[in-house]
C-alpha cells in the first residue's frame, strides 16, 4: 500500500528517456564530463543562509561525495539509502517485488527516486536542526529570532531553516537526476563516478597539505632542527599508505577465475569467461559504508544529539564515577555523544569508522595502542576489530543481495551464455548444467570478495590513508571499472561483428 503510494509519485517527476541508439565513445565521455563539471560546480557552491562551508573533508564527505554547508550537504547519502532500504525490505519479503522481471524492476528504480527525494529532505533538515551546518539569519524583520538549543547551540529560526533544507535537497534531487544522465549517456554509473572525483579531490588536497601546509615537509625542513629529516618521513607515511593501498586494491581487481567457454556457431573460437575475485566489485561496500554513515548521522543526531538533550540528558551526564544503567538509563548503551555532537561511546560507536585521516601516524597508532572510549573504557582497538568485522559482514550481505538484483546470480549467467549461442566445452549445452558450474564458482566469489573487499576497506581506513582507505578502495575498482568499459566499447566500435555476436 505504501509501495504504491511512493511509486505513485514518480509519474510527477520528469524522466531522462534512454537513448534510441547506444551513444558512441566520444559522446560518453563528453556527457560523463559535463555532469562532472556540474557536480563540481555545486561542490563549491555554499548554500544562501548558510555561514560557512565546512573547513575540513572527513570521512561522512568523502565516502558520501558531500561537502557541508553547499548544495552537496547531502551529497549521494540519500540515493544509495533509498537503495538500501529497498532492497532490504525486497530481501526480507515486505515488498513483494520481482527484480528480474522488467516491470518490477521498472517499479523498483522509479519507488527508490521518489524515496531518494524524501529521505534528501529528511538529510536536510537533520542538518540544519543540529547545527551540523551553521545558519546565517537572512529575514530578521519576519521573525528570523534566534532559538538556543541545549549545550547552548544557536539554531536560526524557520525561514532560513526551510530555505537552506530546500537547497540541499534541491542539490541531492540534482545529483540524482545527474546519475541517471551518467548510468545511460555516460561511462559508469554517476554515483560511482561522484564517489571517485570526490576522493580524488580529497587525495590532491592532502597532498598539497603534506607538501606545503603548516606542518608539511616544506616547513619541517625549513625549520632545520636534528629531527626534520625524522619528521618529514613521519608526514609523508600518510601519501605512502595511500600508494600502498592502491597497489593492493589494484592486485586484488586483478585476481580472477577464467572459465572456458565456447561459440556454439563458431568452432576453434575458445574464449574464457572471467569471475573477478571481487565478484560484485565495490557495491557491496559502497552500501555498506553509506548505512553505517547514515546509521551514525541519524542517531549520532537525533536519537542522542544535542539537539534533543534537554529530553535525553545525553550529553550532560556525569560519569565520572562510572556509568550506572539505573541512574544514567539506558540511552548512553545505545550512543553516547560527545559536546560537538559526535558519536564517542556506546553500541552505535562500535559499529562506526574509526579512521586515521587527519592524524599523524604516531597519534594514529596511540589510539589503537593505548587509548579507550570515555564512558565505559572500551580499548580503540577492539572498537577497530568491531568496525572491520561489522563493514565486512554487511558487505556479505549486500552482495548477495546485489548479485540477484543485478542479475549475476548462476541463474542469470546461464540464461543469458545460453540466449547467446556460449557453452561450456565438454559439456552439453543446457542451461541448468551451466547454472551448477557457475554457481560452484559465483557463490563462493560472492561471499569471499564481498568480505574480503569490506575487510581490506576497514583496514585500509585505519592507515590514515589520504581519502580514507575505503575512499581509495572505491576509486580504484571505480576506475578499473570504467577502463574496462572503455575497452569494451572501443572493441565493438572497431568490430561491429563482435557485438553482434554477444548481443551488444
Not at 520528469?14 to 563540481?40: N, Q
Not at 550512543?335 to 556506546?346: N, T
Not at 589503537?368 to 556479505?396: E, G, K, N, R
Request: aromatic fraction near 10%.
Amino acid at each position: 500500500m505504501l509501495l504504491d503510494l511512493i511509486h505513485s509519485l514518480s509519474r510527477f517527476l520528469p524522466v531522462i528517456k534512454p537513448p534510441e541508439s547506444p551513444p558512441g565513445t566520444k559522446e560518453r565521455l563528453m556527457w560523463t564530463g559535463v555532469a562532472l563539471v556540474l557536480f563540481f560546480m555545486m561542490y563549491e557552491t555554499t548554500c544562501i543562509g548558510v555561514e560557512s562551508k565546512a573547513a575540513g573533508v572527513d570521512f561522512l564527505q568523502t565516502i558520501t561525495a558531500s561537502k557541508i554547508g553547499t548544495l552537496l550537504t547531502a551529497g549521494i547519502g540519500p540515493i544509495v539509502l533509498a537503495s538500501i532500504f529497498l532492497q532490504l525490505f525486497v530481501g526480507a519479503g515486505i515488498i513483494k517485488l520481482n527484480i528480474k522481471e522488467k516491470a518490477d524492476k521498472q517499479k523498483f528504480l522509479e519507488t527508490q527516486k521518489v524515496l531518494a527525494i524524501l529521505l534528501a529532505v529528511a538529510e536536510g533538515m537533520i542538518f540544519v536542526m543540529t547545527g551540523r551546518t551553521l545558519i546565517d539569519p537572512l529575514f530578521p524583520g519576519l521573525g528570523e529570532g534566534i532559538i538556543t538549543a541545549a549545550g547552548g547551540q544557536a539554531i536560526h529560526a524557520p525561514f532560513t531553516m526551510a530555505l537552506v533544507v530546500l537547497q540541499i535537497a534541491l542539490g541531492s534531487v540534482i545529483v540524482l537526476f545527474l546519475d541517471d544522465l551518467v548510468s545511460k549517456y555516460g561511462i559508469g554509473s554517476g554515483i560511482s563516478l561522484f564517489i571517485a572525483a570526490g576522493v580524488s579531490l580529497s587525495v590532491a588536497i592532502g597532498v598539497f597539505q603534506i607538501i606545503f601546509g603548516t606542518t608539511g615537509v616544506v616547513s619541517i625542513m625549513a625549520g632545520g632542527d636534528a629531527e626534520a629529516i625524522k619528521n618529514a618521513v613521519l608526514a609523508v607515511l600518510p601519501f605512502g599508505f595511500t600508494i600502498l593501498v592502491f597497489l593492493a586494491v589494484a592486485y586484488a581487481e586483478s585476481v580472477k577465475v577464467e572459465i572456458p567457454i565456447a561459440f556454439e556457431r563458431v568452432r576453434g573460437m575458445v574464449p574464457k569467461l572471467p569471475l573477478k575475485f571481487f565478484y560484485v566489485s565495490n557495491i557491496p561496500v559502497i552500501f555498506a559504508s553509506a548505512l553505517i554513515i547514515n546509521l551514525q548521522l541519524f542517531a549520532g543526531s537525533m536519537l542522542v544529539g544535542q539537539y534533543w538533550d534537554k529530553a535525553t540528558q545525553a550529553s550532560t551526564l556525569d560519569f565520572t564515577n562510572g556509568y550506572d544503567i539505573g541512574k544514567d538509563g539506558v540511552l548512553p548503551l545505545i550512543g553516547y555523544v560527545s559536546a560537538d555532537g559526535q558519536l564517542e561511546d556506546g553500541l552505535l560507536y562500535m559499529f562506526t569508522p574509526l579512521y586515521g585521516m587527519g592524524r599523524s601516524s604516531e597519534q594514529q597508532w596511540a589510539l589503537l595502542s593505548s587509548q579507550v572510549t570515555p564512558v565505559f573504557h572500551i580499548p580503540q582497538w577492539v572498537h577497530a576489530i568491531c568496525y572491520m568485522l561489522s563493514l565486512s559482514l554487511v558487505s556479505v550481505l549486500f552482495g548477495m543481495f546485489w548479485v540477484e538484483i543485478a542479475n549475476m546470480d548462476a541463474k542469470s549467467v546461464a540464461g543469458q551464455l545460453s540466449s547467446s549461442g556460449l557453452q561450456i566445452p565438454g559439456f552439453r549445452r543446457d542451461p541448468r548444467m551451466l547454472e551448477t558450474i557457475l554457481n560452484k564458482h559465483i557463490f563462493p566469489l560472492t561471499v569471499l570478495g564481498s568480505f574480503s573487499v569490506g575487510l581490506l576497506a576497514a583496514a585500509a581506513d585505519l592507515t590514515g590513508a589520504l581519502g580514507t582507505g575505503t575512499g581509495i578502495l572505491l576509486t580504484v575498482g571505480i576506475l578499473h571499472r570504467m577502463y574496462e568499459q572503455l575497452e569494451q566499447m572501443n572493441a565493438f566500435e572497431t568490430y561491429p561483428l563482435l557485438g553482434k555476436i554477444v548481443g551488444e
